[in-house]
């Protein structure tokens, strides 16, 4: 067994930054779970996604085969989904995500022809919560703290005029 270490960057639900964590190479997803969860104090973290991943990743399969075929963050979560509401000009759509799931996919979700209906490209548009805007790449489970609903407002990006 070696003592070489790999830092992961993982985004655990219900905190805004990503965190580094250290793991052999030859670690399960299992095992980088428990790490995060000692490293977090959090006994309610169950599953570990690929960023905007659907299913959780299998318990026994390396960490180190995972990140060599795809370049997306882990994601540490909570079991279940989040219900997520997003309203525009008066209407408003709703469906369940992974807190895996980044804002930019929800809005290609919500701007669909059977949903909302909104005919701009996905670059021009943005969700707030509250008053605050949602970067693009920020995941579902970084701003619901833990909550299972949440309700987005999409807005167009404001343009320097000049």
Do not use: C
């Not at 805004?16 to 779970?33: G, I």
């Not at 104090?41 to 390396?62: K, M, N, Q, S, T």
């Not at 693009?136 to 987005?152: C, S, Y």
């Amino acid at each position: 067994m070696s003592d070489e270490k790999i830092d992961l960057l993982v985004v655990v639900e219900g905190e805004k930054q990503p965190r580094l964590v250290a793991s052999r190479p030859e670690a399960t997803v299992k095992e980088v779970l428990g790490l995060v969860a000692e490293g977090t104090g959090r006994a309610d973290l169950v599953e570990v996604f690929l960023e905007d991943g659907d299913e959780p990743l299998i318990a026994e399969r390396a960490i180190r085969d995972i990140l060599k075929e795809l370049d997306k963050l882990l994601h540490v979560a909570t079991a279940g989904l989040v219900k997520v509401t997003v309203e525009y000009a008066q209407k408003s759509v709703s469906r369940t995500f992974r807190p895996s799931a980044t804002m930019e996919r929800i809005i290609r979700w919500a701007i669909q022809p059977n949903e909302l209906a909104v005919a701009a490209p996905v670059e021009d548009l943005q969700l707030k919560l509250g008053k605050d805007v949602v970067p693009a790449d920020t995941h579902l489970g970084q701003v619901t703290h833990g909550h299972k609903a949440v309700t987005f407002q999409l807005v167009f990006k404001v343009k320097p005029q000049g």
